[in-house]
């Protein structure tokens, strides 16, 4: 199981449920379907820690279009920039201000401290959502919430938003908000441990 797990939600690999299936058949002649494996996924859930992460001074923001069901979504991520960690991340139909709101907030209470800066692209909800659940006043928040609506200051965001489409392409579109739930709390735990190893 442990084996089934790792293969299906590691960011270092990309193999599909089918695939999952495929590769314990051929490599240990062990017989199971992918909705097994989909249910061994569903049991595994990690959320994210405080202890996982440590106190950011800059946070990068941004939401990347994903299927649920053949139905767009959207998976909003908070980037640590000094730990190269997400810090939160959530899943809505749509990007409103509630969804900001709920991202920024989880990712508050992981950190333990409001960062120095937080970078986002152009969408307008982040400026009431930061307001709201970050609690800078009006010229804190001119000076450290910056807006790029390229990839040169969200650039790294930019780049793990990639690695999700890349990893998700084997599937174009989830089962479930179930299934999507659980294939990225375990996706965004091992990536925040392979780069937690690599700070020690």
Excluded at 190 to 195: L, R
Aim: charged letters at 20%; aromatic letters at 14%; hydrophobic letters at 45%.
């Amino acid at each position: 199981m442990s084996f089934a797990i790792e293969l299906y939600t590691s960011p270092r690999m990309a193999a599909s449920l089918r695939g999952v299936a495929q590769v314990l058949k051929k490599a240990f002649n062990i017989i199971v379907s992918y909705e097994g494996i989909r249910q061994w996924v569903l049991a595994a859930k990690n959320v994210i820690y405080q202890r996982q992460v440590f106190v950011s001074t800059t946070w990068h923001v941004d939401e990347t279009y994903i299927k649920i069901q053949g139905i767009g979504h959207w998976l909003w991520i908070v980037y640590c920039r000094d730990t190269r960690q997400v810090l939160a991340w959530h899943i809505s139909k749509g990007r409103f201000f509630e969804d900001a709101k709920r991202v920024l907030s989880d990712a508050l209470q992981v950190a333990g401290a409001r960062p120095e800066k937080i970078i986002t692209d152009g969408l307008w909800q982040y400026q009431a959502a930061i307001k709201k659940a970050i609690g800078w006043n009006y010229r804190e928040q001119k000076k450290r919430h910056i807006i790029d609506s390229g990839i040169g200051k969200n650039a790294l965001i930019e780049r793990l938003n990639r690695e999700v489409k890349r990893r998700i392409k084997w599937f174009s579109t989830f089962q479930s908000l179930e299934g999507a739930l659980a294939f990225f709390g375990l996706w965004f735990y091992h990536h925040n441990q392979v780069k937690s190893h690599n700070l020690t």
